[in-house]
Nanobody, 119 residues
């Protein structure tokens, strides 16, 4: 199986920065997509950003220009650099791995890390 461990969450002031990390271990397929999702209290989980094993990225409109997703394929680690943070960014952030197979895909999730943006 796959294990995803997130780190880097915490409390930050509006306008500040945080860097989240997610370390993946286990059966990681060569073709995969890793990403970050977030869920605020009372809200639906939403996509923040994804990055494929080939390096292609996708961002939610709400974070474009502020967040940057990257990965180290050799270490199976994905990062989310969050700049110009807003109170609206407050949420639990979850790391996701989607393993692609010729018959489909399977998703794995981390335990989540809390990000709180407030004064």
């Amino acid at each position: 199986q796959v294990q995803l461990v997130e780190s880097g969450g915490g409390l930050v002031q509006p306008g500040g920065s945080l860097r989240l990390s997610c370390a993946a271990s286990g059966s990681i397929f060569r073709v995969n997509v890793m990403g970050w999702y977030r869920q605020a209290p009372g809200k639906q989980r939403e996509l923040v950003a994804t990055i494929s094993s080939g390096g292609g990225t996708n961002y939610a409109d709400s974070v474009k220009g502020r967040f940057t997703i990257s990965r180290d394929n050799a270490k199976n680690v994905v990062y989310l650099q969050m700049n110009s943070l807003l109170p609206q960014d407050t949420a639990v952030y979850y790391c996701n791995l989607r393993n692609w197979r010729n018959v489909g895909w399977i998703d794995y999730w981390g335990q989540g890390t809390q990000v709180t943006v407030s004064s």
